[in-house]
């Protein structure tokens, strides 16, 4: 998973001469461009032209790293086209080593770059675009909240109020197909004590936030759910969220939350 720290880390590298690896491939299943595994051709020509200018220009040394370099990254696609999403980033160079590869649920244009140093200005707009941060969905009864970093949700966490206990706690009951399972999460008329116990539990949930946020790294947070539930929410952070979108997502996938929210 992308974090600031290894993009720090990623900007201080750098080899001394031409050896380091920067591959960008576009594997979205959904992209009219990659029908039939179209990424594997763009893979293949990508990685043999950079040989060819290596072979032209008779450079056996850095011809030998890359070709180390690039029979390991064969190897990892390879392994594991099962994981290919939306796209796929690899930094790779043998001395020094550096061995940095990302599986993203982000857009990803195909490139391919052989430096001294890892070519990152696309992972830092991805980043940039979609960076940590904690998206919450906030109905009557509970809150749920989605650990995120570059389109990808790295834990699912809700928190369930009892109107009558007045407590709540956590709780993490997904069904089979990943959709988050609820009791009635919508009440259209609450009275006074329930509005009030709604409130203060969201109050509550607000100050646990906070602790995520400092805890998780959260550069942005996200507020979705119906309009009354949202705004109630939104107001109790005590810094104004990214966003907040008047629209109820408690019973989508995680992936269908991510689109509606972070690529609106």
Not at 31 to 49: F, R, S, T, V
Not at 51 to 79: A, V
Not at 102 to 114: A, D, E, T
């Amino acid at each position: 998973m992308t974090s600031s720290k290894e993009l720090q880390n990623l900007r201080d590298f750098h080899s001394g001469t031409r050896g380091v690896m920067s591959v960008y491939l576009n594997t979205n299943p959904g992209d009219p461009e990659q029908l039939n595994g179209a990424w594997d051709i763009h893979l293949k020509n990508g990685l043999k032209q950079i040989e060819k200018s290596l072979s032209d220009s008779q450079k056996e040394d850095e011809l030998n790293y890359f070709s180390k370099i690039k029979k390991k990254i064969l190897k990892e696609i390879d392994d594991n086209k099962k994981e290919l999403n939306k796209g796929l980033v690899i930094f790779a160079s043998e001395e020094p080593e550096l061995w940095s590869v990302h599986y993203v649920q982000v857009p990803v244009k195909s490139s391919f770059h052989w430096e001294d140093h890892p070519v990152i200005e696309q992972l830092e707009y991805m980043y940039k675009a979609y960076p940590e941060a904690g998206i919450v969905l906030p109905s009557f009864g509970e809150v749920r909240i989605l650990d995120t970093a570059m389109g990808v949700v790295k834990e699912d966490m809700t928190y369930i109020f009892d109107a009558n206990l007045e407590v709540w706690g956590e709780h993490k009951d997904m069904d089979p197909d990943g959709k988050h399972v609820i009791g009635n999460s919508h009440i259209e008329f609450l009275d006074d004590r329930l509005k009030e116990n709604l409130y203060r539990f969201f109050k509550g949930m607000a100050t646990n936030l906070e602790r995520l946020k400092k805890e998780r790294g959260w550069i942005e947070i996200h507020v979705s759910g119906e309009t009354e539930y949202a705004l109630a929410f939104e107001k109790t952070l005590r810094e104004k969220p990214a966003s907040c979108i008047f629209k109820n997502l408690n019973n989508s996938k995680p992936a269908e939350i991510i689109k509606h929210v972070l690529e609106k």
